[in-house]
């Protein structure tokens, strides 16, 4: 299994970034995928999840802000950010996982993760 993230930079607040992840190695539509994030001496964050029937989640942070959403290319997911803030610098990882609903935004339910890659939004 393997997630190669792209996309990250540095922006200012307010910017947009599209974070991207090409995944492969295992059956991409019988698993859920998306993204979470961490920032230096804190827990895994989730951010946004799509589960293995399409439908999105997201957490409270992301929504109005983020959009995931899978990309025409093969085994692709995206987040879009926009309108971000100094709070949304970290490390974001693409992740797939088979976790029941339940426990969806749970780090522990997702067995692949990426190497990520860093956001910093700054003035």
């Known amino acids: 299994v393997q997630l190669v993230e792209s996309g990250g930079g540095l922006v200012q607040p307010g910017e947009s970034l599209r974070l991207s992840c090409a995944a492969s190695?295992?059956?991409?539509?019988?698993?859920?995928v998306g993204w979470f994030r961490q920032a230096p001496g804190k827990e895994r964050e989730f951010v946004a999840i799509?589960?293995?029937?399409?439908?999105?989640y997201y957490a409270d942070s992301a929504k109005g802000r983020f959009a995931i959403s899978k990309g025409n290319v093969r085994n692709t997911v995206y987040l879009k950010m926009d309108t971000l803030k100094p709070e949304d610098t970290t490390v974001y990882y693409c992740?797939?996982?088979?976790?029941?609903?339940?426990?969806?935004?749970?780090?522990?339910?997702?067995?692949?993760w990426g190497q990520g890659t860093q956001v910093t939004v700054s003035s």
């Open positions: 190695g295992f059956t991409f539509s019988s698993h859920a």
């Open positions: 992740v797939a996982g088979r976790p029941v609903l339940s426990s969806i935004r749970d780090p522990a339910m997702y067995y692949a």
């Open positions: 799509f589960n293995r029937n399409s439908h999105s």
